[in-house]
């Protein structure tokens, strides 16, 4: 597998609007690579650097889901899965009962190009 260009994948996390989410696989896409291979190593990398990029809590599960491994990776980064959908409400995000968003407001990698 390639590697992933990280700066591309975190100008495309930056890139994210308000009121909308994108996806882990959608920043693997944007860094150079397929989906189901680099969406792990994308929601690691965010783990550990999510400070970096701008609006890392943009990024969910393709389910649309805030991921269960959360964890905030620096200052200005929500604390925690509530604090996540807090933020994202804020901005615009319609997020239901169960935390789920709505699909209709994902940024697809083909929104970016």
Not at 15 to 25: N, S
Not at 32 to 39: D, S
Not at 79 to 87: F, I, L, T
Not at 93 to 109: L, N, Q, Y
Request: net charge positive; hydrophobic share 35%.
């Amino acid at each position: 597998m390639a590697s992933i260009d990280f700066k591309r994948a975190a100008a495309f996390i930056a890139a994210v609007p308000d009121g909308r989410w994108t996806t882990y696989g959608d920043a693997a896409k944007a860094g150079g690579v397929p989906a189901q291979h680099g969406g792990q190593a994308i929601g690691e990398w965010l783990r550990r650097e999510g400070d970096t990029a701008p609006h890392v809590y943009r990024v969910l599960t393709a389910k649309g889901y805030v991921a269960d491994g959360f964890r905030p990776a620096g200052p200005g980064v929500p604390g925690d899965k509530g604090r996540d959908r807090d933020v994202l409400r804020k901005e615009g995000v319609t997020i239901d009962a169960r935390g789920r968003t709505s699909k209709h407001e994902r940024f697809h990698f083909e929104d970016w190009r």
